[in-house]
């Protein structure tokens, strides 16, 4: 008979992938699809993104952009995005509902077309990935949840297939046997990898992705060393992660405090502003090279953000991790302010410029974009194993689920969800959850025994 350490793995397992197994489905299929954006949207978008206007006369980019805002009604253009030949710039533009377009410039800056940004191929496969396209707190965490279970799935495996010995060779074998040990096989090739993707796209996360932040801040001898933060968001893809959630360094308001513009009443069009043209010789002069996005100031004393990404997630704008720049500028004499660079982050912060490009599948070309795309292929091979395993054992009506053991729960097992729940917090309420659906489970069927 197996013991109890193994048979609450083997238990614990059964039911994590049952219940699971759709949302891991679509993370890894809406994966494979953002493995590959740049490459989609290059063939999907290449009027936008390589096009002309047809227009032969050169206008500035401050004067596209009120164009491009007189064209779309109600939009506010906040980011500029300059990208290297032969992609044409971009224009990102917000309403006042939150809603997003994406404008693109020639190289004579006229318009060529906009494009709804929740509708890009990018997009989609970013928001399903991330929130099954739903959106929400709730679907936000149940996400998350499914990748803190993956991650019991894969160690539970590993424990099971060694402790059983499932690896090796025997002489006779059944069907359900042999798919039980591929099942075990390539769960255990690919547990090492399917990790480092599952911990590198922790940081986008909901619950598990705050906290990562803030540890980074809180402790400058590993994260970054500057400024105050905030609760994270995904609004601005375009500033590297280590710094987007930084509070920037003001411009000297002494410009705006004359024309009357209080930073209680939000951003407007400020007539004192220095134009974008002319920041670009600024930028120019200090020779940065595209890509980089130029974000809009957002009060009086705000500031012009250039920034240089290595996991934007926008096609043609990510840099190489060490690469990473964000730049400030006064909105109004254009003189720079300050910069946080690569250079500048703690070792947490370094690894997840790195490992967050790794996990998109672009931090070092083709190979890695083949290597992620095998991995998430062995993954799903892993799942459909693991059902068709579990439909060669299961009893016609039943639910054939691993019986349970009648002495007490492994203390080894407890502490090592204890530590899993402590290292993963979604996942630890998640088990409180567990125990207490299994005491009313168990409550109930002791009621019933005693009633007949």
């Avoid at 494979?32 to 500035?60: H, R």
């Avoid at 424990?159 to 039980?180: G, I, P």
């Avoid at 409550?443 to 005693?450: G, P, R």
């Amino acid at each position: 008979m197996k013991n109890s350490l193994y048979q609450s793995f083997w238990r614990m397992h059964f039911y994590a992938a049952l219940f699971i197994t759709p949302l891991l489905i679509s993370l890894t299929l809406s994966g494979i699809g953002f493995l590959f954006y740049t490459n989609v949207e290059n063939q999907l978008y290449d009027k936008y993104f390589f096009g002309e206007s047809g227009k032969t006369e050169v206008q500035s980019i401050d004067d596209a952009v009120k164009l491009a805002e007189e064209s779309y009604a109600g939009y506010k253009t906040n980011k500029i995005i300059e990208l290297e030949e032969p992609y044409n710039t971009r224009l990102s533009m917000k309403n006042a509902d939150g809603k997003e377009k994406y404008v693109f410039l020639d190289d004579h800056n006229q318009i060529i077309g906009g494009q709804d940004a929740g509708y890009t191929f990018a997009n989609i496969m970013r928001n399903t990935h991330s929130s099954l396209f739903i959106g929400g707190t709730v679907v936000n965490y149940l996400v998350e949840l499914a990748a803190c279970w993956a991650i019991f799935l894969m160690l539970s495996g590993i424990y099971m297939t060694f402790k059983a010995k499932l690896l090796k060779k025997t002489k006779q074998t059944n069907k359900r046997q042999k798919s039980r040990k591929f099942h075990a096989l390539v769960g255990t090739i690919i547990t090492i990898p399917m990790l480092v993707i599952i911990f590198t796209g922790l940081p986008w996360s909901a619950f598990m992705g705050k906290y990562i932040y803030q540890a980074s801040q809180d402790n400058p001898s590993f994260g970054t060393p500057l400024l105050q933060q905030q609760p994270p968001t995904s609004d601005v893809s375009e500033i590297p992660w280590a710094t987007r959630q930084e509070t920037p360094p003001t411009s000297d308001s002494g410009h705006a405090a004359h024309h009357g513009m209080g930073a209680d009443m939000g951003y407007v069009a400020n007539p004192n502003q220095l134009s974008v043209e002319k920041l670009q010789h600024e930028i120019d002069a200090m020779n940065i090279s595209k890509p980089y996005a130029i974000i809009y100031p957002t009060s009086e004393d705000g500031v012009y953000t250039v920034a240089k990404s290595s996991n934007t997630g926008v096609t043609g704008l990510d840099v190489s991790p060490d690469d990473e720049t964000t730049m400030y500028f006064d909105q109004y004499s254009g003189e720079f302010i300050d910069k946080v660079g690569y250079e500048d982050y703690g070792i947490l912060a370094k690894w997840f410029t790195w490992g967050i490009p790794l996990h998109e599948g672009h931090l070092f070309g083709w190979p890695n974009k083949i290597i992620n795309l095998l991995v998430c292929l062995a993954f799903l091979v892993v799942i459909v194993w693991g059902v068709r395993t579990w439909l060669l054992r299961k009893k016609q009506g039943m639910l054939s689920a691993p019986p349970k053991i009648s002495q007490k729960i492994s203390i080894p097992f407890i502490i090592f969800m204890i530590i899993l729940g402590i290292l993963m917090p979604l996942f630890g309420l998640s088990l409180i959850a567990v125990v207490l659906i299994e005491i009313i489970i168990n409550l109930v069927s002791k009621n019933k025994k005693e009633a007949n």
